[in-house]
């Protein structure tokens, strides 16, 4: 995983939560985005995983709904 990738998932998430106003799908894509980060962080196929975490994170700035229970 690289950073491009990251970003490219992250504009997905942008489109379903702030364009698409989908938020079970924004939601459900950020938390795939972030577990797929951790994951390659943990297994080491990151290539820069300081970068990655930090940008995956960026995706709590999207203005769009999210559900917890």
């Known amino acids: 995983m690289t950073i491009s990738d990251v970003a490219a998932r992250i504009e997905q998430v942008r489109v379903l939560g702030v364009e698409r106003s989908d938020n079970d799908a924004a939601h459900s894509a950020e938390d795939y985005l972030w577990e797929e980060v951790l994951e390659a962080i943990a297994n080491g196929t990151a ?11 960026t995706t709590r700035d999207l203005k769009f709904t999210r559900w917890y229970s």
Do not use: G
């Open 47 to 57: 290539r820069d995983p300081v970068a990655m975490a930090r940008l995956a994170l």
